[in-house]
C-alpha cells in the first residue's frame, strides 16, 4: 500500500488565484480529513468526511473546499489564496471516524501564497 | 484550544529513557489520551494510545495517572531518531474530529 499520497509536495501561488490540493489513500478508509500547520503550532483541522459524499467543516475552514466523491480522494480547493493560508497542508485518514482507530497522515504539501 | 498542556522543550541522553509529561486536568471518561510524533515537518506519526490503563507497545509506553488528569510517554531507550516534536492529544472516543493538537513538546536526543 501507498498509504495517504499528498501533490503537490511545494506549491507558490500568487494572491487570488485558486489551486486545488491531491489527496489520495488506498487503504479503503472511511474517514478523511485535512489539517494545516503553520509555523511553530500544532496542526488545525480544516474540512473532514466519514465517507464519500459526505463532508464538514473542521475549526478553520474559511477560505477552503472539499469534495468526496470517491473513497479514495479527499481534494482541498483554495478558491482564492490568500497569504495567510500560507501553511504546511497534511491530510489524513483512518478506517472509521472513530477515536479508537489511528489516523495515518500524508507527506503534507508546503503551499506559499505571495 | 488544545486540551492538553506539554513543555515546549526536553534534552534526553542517546540510549537513556525520555519521559515526555502532559496535563489534561479537564480529560471527560469518554476521552482517550492520544500520543503522536512529527519529525522533521514529516506527517505525524502515531506512538500509542490509552483511555485509564497504563499501554506499551514495541514503540513506547503510555503511564496515565488514577485520576487520568495526566499521563507520561516513556521512550525506553531514546535513539537520535528519536527526535521530533511529540503532540498528546485527547479524543472523544466517538468523536474522530475532536483532534486538536497543541504546540507540542520537541524533544532532542544528545549523543
Known amino acids: 500500500n501507498a498509504g495517504v499520497t499528498q501533490t503537490p509536495e511545494f506549491q507558490v501561488l500568487k494572491t487570488g488565484q485558486s489551486m486545488t490540493l491531491q489527496c489520495a489513500q488506498d487503504m479503503n478508509h472511511e474517514y478523511m480529513s485535512w489539517y494545516r500547520q503553520d509555523p511553530g503550532m500544532g496542526l488545525r483541522l480544516i474540512h473532514y468526511s466519514v465517507g464519500a459524499g459526505i463532508t464538514d467543516q473542521g475549526e478553520v475552514p474559511n477560505g477552503y473546499n472539499v469534495s468526496r466523491s470517491t473513497t479514495e480522494d479527499f481534494p482541498l480547493r483554495l478558491l482564492s489564496a490568500a497569504p495567510s493560508q500560507t501553511s504546511v497542508y497534511f491530510c489524513?485518514?483512518?478506517?472509521?471516524?472513530?477515536?479508537?482507530?489511528?489516523?495515518?497522515f500524508g507527506p503534507g504539501t508546503r503551499l506559499t501564497v505571495l | 484550544d488544545a486540551k492538553t498542556t506539554q513543555p515546549p522543550s526536553m534534552d534526553c541522553a542517546e540510549g537513556r529513557a525520555a519521559n515526555l509529561p502532559c496535563n489534561h486536568s479537564?480529560?471527560?471518561?469518554?476521552?482517550?489520551v492520544y500520543w503522536y510524533r512529527q519529525i522533521h515537518s514529516q506527517g505525524p506519526q502515531y506512538i500509542i494510545h490509552?483511555?485509564?490503563n497504563n499501554e506499551t507497545n514495541e514503540m513506547a509506553s503510555l503511564i496515565i495517572t488514577e485520576d487520568r488528569k495526566s499521563s507520561t510517554l516513556i521512550l525506553p531507550h531514546a535513539t537520535l531518531r528519536d527526535t521530533a516534536v511529540y503532540y498528546c492529544i485527547v479524543r472523544d472516543r466517538y468523536n474522530n474530529n475532536d483532534m486538536r493538537f497543541g504546540a507540542g513538546t520537541r524533544l532532542t536526543v544528545k549523543p
Open positions: 479537564t480529560i471527560s471518561g469518554n476521552e482517550y
Open positions: 490509552g483511555l485509564k
Open positions: 489524513a485518514s483512518s478506517y472509521q471516524p472513530s477515536s479508537t482507530d489511528t489516523q495515518y
